[in-house]
């Protein structure tokens, strides 16, 4: 089948490539999205934790800071009025120890240059008071962070994108990128598409298709995370983070809140040489064990049990000190990338596709 004249090509049908085809038939261009797999929001998206994240952790000024925090607030707006399923459950970022107060300070500071709202330090009496199995020092309130259905999320934005005039089209792998004088020509498994612009949001695959048309500048790093389910009787109320150890390529084995009520231990951060495999890590019990005991305090291995995981696509090498920013960028006329897009990419989603829908004029 043969599209031609159409505004624009998303290539990607996880929650950034729908918020991306929303914010663009919204704004009156043609629209046809093309997702390799079965459905939307089956890779990076349907293995995310589905945190709504406040902008901790990135540098003031950064894309990152910027879309998440922008993001936050247009996600809930969403969620409310689509009928997602969300909580604002508010985070604790806990210092266990003194000796991590000071790093704990640290990133307050980074929090209020940012500009993250609803951050406050607590005594680690007053954390006791909001979580009274917790013993701390200290910890960070962030009463903006929350948790969303990811995939529920997708499809809300690819309903909306539908109804704002979008072709949907999944099984629709992209394997050709030509550009020509009046613009892309796109080669995919579910036919050929003539378009004004092409948006790369393909996730773990950007910088493949990237090369695609020429752009040889990015490599994503795979770096997988692994999640155990905790079974306890204790009834937490927030999330709950460590502090951030600046060496780790992720933000330490967390306490997440899940839509059924249970309680969700991870992701840890290991890069690998593989981008699709999810096999069992059940081979981390003991890890994962010692890490939620320095978090919560006592609890039995058995309390523990593997529950998937899910892989980044870091621009971040192992090597490498610090962090990368989002890549958002016409690298080509007509050809928008959208590269390196881990977290807090889910919370950024609405804010990155406004910007990219002002790129396609």
């Not at 998303?10 to 079965?38: I, Q």
């Not at 493949?208 to 306890?232: E, I």
């Not at 709950?240 to 933000?251: C, H, M, N, Q």
Request: hydrophobic content about 40%.
């Amino acid at each position: 089948m043969t599209w031609d004249g159409v505004d624009v090509v998303v290539v990607g049908g996880g929650v950034v490539g729908c918020a991306v085809a929303h914010a663009l038939s919204r704004a009156r261009r043609s629209v046809v999205l093309l997702e390799k797999g079965p459905r939307l929001g089956e890779g990076i998206t349907s293995r995310n934790s589905g945190v709504i994240h406040s902008g901790l952790y990135y540098a003031p000024n950064s894309l990152k800071a910027q879309s998440c925090i922008r993001g936050n607030v247009l996600l809930y707006a969403w969620a409310a009025a689509k009928g997602v399923w969300h909580r604002k459950t508010g985070k604790l970022v806990v210092a266990t120890h003194e000796g991590q107060r000071e790093a704990l300070e640290k990133l307050h500071a980074n929090v209020v240059a940012s500009g993250a709202p609803g951050c406050t330090l607590l005594p680690g009496n007053e954390v006791t008071r909001l979580e009274p199995s917790l013993q701390v020092a200290a910890a960070m309130m962030c009463a903006e962070t929350g948790v969303v259905d990811p995939t529920e999320l997708t499809h809300s934005l690819a309903i909306a994108a539908e109804e704002h005039g979008a072709t949907i089209l999944s099984h629709a792998a992209v394997h050709g990128l030509e550009r020509g004088p009046d613009g892309w020509r796109v080669d995919s498994a579910r036919g050929r598409v003539s378009t004004r612009w092409v948006v790369n949001a393909a996730g773990l695959d950007a910088d493949r298709v990237a090369c695609l048309a020429g752009v040889t500048a990015y490599q994503l790093h795979p770096c997988r995370g692994d999640y155990f389910r905790l079974s306890t009787a204790v009834e937490y109320r927030h999330l709950i983070y460590p502090v951030k150890d600046k060496r780790s390529a992720g933000l330490g084995v967390h306490l997440a809140l899940d839509r059924g009520g249970g309680y969700r231990l991870g992701p840890d951060a290991e890069y690998v040489e593989r981008r699709d495999d999810f096999s069992s890590a059940e081979h981390k019990l003991l890890a994962f064990h010692a890490a939620a005991q320095q978090l919560l305090g006592p609890l039995r291995v058995d309390q523990l049990r593997y529950d998937g995981c899910g892989i980044r696509p870091k621009l971040r090498a192992p090597d490498e000190p610090d962090e990368k920013d989002f890549v958002l960028c016409e690298d080509l006329p007509g050809f928008v990338n959208l590269v390196g897009i881990e977290s807090p990419g889910l919370t950024a989603s609405l804010d990155l596709a406004e910007r990219v829908a002002a790129l396609c004029r």
